[in-house]
């Protein structure tokens, strides 16, 4: 029999005498992080082992509503779930916490998600366990956005690497994180904390910082601190270190061949900074380092890192969670049934999206019940991620209000300072003849051209006619023509036929290689003799394989507070203030840098 008189609101009522004790001086703090400790144990022990095994994942439910989702979101948590809505996900796995997404029908609107939040929140204090949720996003900014407009859009990370200023890093960090934490979300599976040595990483390159450990080091912390003293938890990732792989895991198994001293130097100082900024959670790495487990087990899954590393040596004791679960670089070795029992052997906290949620849940128990996954162990976990909730307020009040919404996120002042650091990460990289900035009155007419992927938070705006808007609305006349990343013959012709008549062309390019297409229509627009600026909305590396470029930006993303950023530099409306934060090779030996960490030209160049 279980003891439910040690219930969420008994909790919360003997650590606020403890903290009342405390602050009328009665106590020492020390004594009340005890009480709280002993607490927590507590409801712990009063668990059953089918509650405990629910604390430590992290799935999806689908729908915009805890309990009235539409048609098809109860259908798509029948066919995945096994029912019907998100709040009785949380009833039959006795769930601790939740992660949203954009594909799952979570993130519509700012109200809406807070709404959803509350509706979750309930059902999790409904159950006899009363154990509040942790609610959780991926919300990078830059390219990795999952929250849109109206929310505030921030740079990505390497933007904020282009900036180089540790407060802006940490402002960034603290507008995200009071939006979250004002829409029910108060874990945010950022900053990556990644060291991108590897300019052909084709799944980190833009999420990090930049290629200098110390620059990441510093901009990591600044960001832990900035999400933590809104209340949100950081999450740094992807430990031990994602930046020198040229495999995406979520489709293999990559591996690094860092040898330790090399790890030391490049891989673990963001990580030790965030440690020692008090970073709430960390996520783990589905890849091998042979140099820190010879097992080559992926990261996820080792002791040797989990425990060896993370835990003993670099004295980590808060909550550690996988990055997800379904991601082929942890599937491939063990299998989906293996991989969540293998994990917390390893030391990890939180089980984040299971590929099978009923599968990974029934493993864990019977791994319990046999005895190969001791009670204790899945105790521990438990603790971290009891302690995380209550640091955060949780178990005090878990729901937000409507009113909050309105009153903080998106608001004008956000706004306004996530347009400044966009102006401030733009990196000019040439500028010939000091062609930029353009005169409305001399270089009136404009063609925008290129690659136009779709706003990461968007299905309906895309980046040549975002930047054609920006740029009219400024007093150009600019012709909006997207071309693709991959153009075809027609469309190089049809570009070089509306380059007639133009003062100057702006070619947005985005993974630019060896053999793309993109340029040879940069080639042939130059050709034309009308000066063309081009935009790398990704990796910055795309210039090494231009060629008759006259004027060249970086911008690090592709979304709307890039584009309009953008648009204020090549208009003189704003300075362009970004460096280089990673170097950038030159095409024909790459062994020779054409432009390194740190340049940037300025107006008063």
Aim: a neutral charge; hydrophobic letters at 45%.
């Amino acid at each position: 029999m279980h003891n439910r008189s040690l219930s969420r609101r008994s909790l919360l009522a003997a650590t606020t005498v403890t903290a009342a004790a405390v602050a009328s001086g009665v106590a020492p703090a020390v004594a009340d992080g005890r009480a709280r400790e002993d607490r927590l144990k507590q409801l712990i022990a009063g668990m059953s082992l089918e509650e405990k095994v629910g604390q430590v994942f992290v799935p999806f439910v689908c729908g915009t509503s805890a309990t009235e989702p539409s048609p098809e979101a109860v259908e798509a948590n029948l066919a995945i779930l096994g029912v019907r809505t998100g709040a009785e996900a949380i009833a039959k796995y006795h769930l601790g916490g939740i992660i949203y997404f954009v594909w799952s029908g979570n993130l519509q609107r700012p109200q809406q998600i807070a709404e959803l939040s509350n509706g979750l929140q309930r059902a999790a204090l409904g159950t006899p366990g009363q154990v509040p949720l942790l609610i959780s996003v991926d919300q990078e900014h830059g390219s990795v956005t999952r929250i849109g407009a109206p929310a505030t859009l921030l740079p990505g990370a390497m933007g904020l690497g282009a900036v180089g200023s540790t407060d802006a890093a940490r402002t960034a960090g603290h507008i995200a994180g009071v939006e979250l934490a004002a829409m029910g979300i108060r874990q945010n599976y950022a900053p990556v904390a990644d060291v991108n040595v590897n300019p052909a990483n084709p799944i980190i390159n833009v999420r990090s910082f930049g290629s200098e450990p110390a620059e990441a080091a510093r901009l990591t912390a600044a960001q832990v601190r900035g999400y933590q003293r809104a209340g949100v938890a950081a999450c740094v990732k992807h430990f031990p270190g994602h930046g020198d792989t040229a495999v995406d895991s979520h489709t293999d198994l990559p591996v690094i061949t860092h040898t330790r001293e090399e790890w030391e130097r490049l891989d673990a100082p963001p990580f030790r900074a965030a440690i020692a900024a008090g970073v709430d959670s960390i996520m783990t790495a589905h890849l091998q380092v042979h140099a820190l487990d010879p097992s080559d087990d992926p990261a996820t899954l080792s002791h040797p890192i989990i425990t060896g590393v993370l835990r003993e040596e670099l004295g980590y004791d808060g909550v550690i969670v996988t990055d997800a679960l379904n991601m082929k670089g942890v599937m491939t070795k063990y299998g989906e049934e293996r991989v969540p029992v293998l994990a917390l052997k390893a030391g990890v906290d939180q089980l984040l999206y299971p590929n099978n949620l009923a599968l990974s849940w029934n493993a864990v128990l019977a791994a319990v019940k046999s005895g190969e996954l001791s009670e204790a162990r899945l105790d521990e976990s438990i603790l971290r991620i009891l302690r995380l909730k209550a640091k955060l307020g949780l178990f005090d009040d878990p729901y937000v209000s409507p009113a909050e919404v309105d009153r903080k996120v998106g608001t004008r002042k956000h706004l306004a300072t996530a347009d400044d650091i966009a102006e401030r990460a733009t990196t000019l990289l040439v500028n010939k003849g000091e062609l930029l900035p353009l005169s409305k009155r001399r270089q009136k007419n404009l063609l925008v051209v290129g690659a136009n992927p779709k706003f990461p938070t968007s299905d309906r705006h895309t980046s040549v006619p975002a930047l054609a808007d920006a740029l009219t609305g400024l007093g150009f006349h600019a012709t909006a023509l997207p071309t693709g990343e991959s153009p075809t013959t027609a469309q190089i012709d049809a570009a070089v036929a509306a380059a007639a008549g133009k003062n100057a062309i702006v070619v947005l390019t985005r993974n630019v290689g060896a053999a793309s297409a993109q340029r040879t229509l940069v080639r042939k627009l130059a050709a034309t003799g009308v000066p063309v600026i081009t935009v790398a909305i990704r990796n910055p590396y795309d210039i090494a394989q231009l060629s008759g470029v006259r004027a060249a930006l970086a911008s690090y993303c592709w979304g709307d507070v890039e584009m309009r950023a953008v648009a204020r530099v090549i208009a003189g409306r704003a300075e362009p203030g970004g460096e280089l934060p990673v170097p950038v090779q030159r095409a024909d030996d790459p062994t020779k840098v054409l432009f390194p960490v740190g340049h940037g030209l300025s107006y008063d160049d």
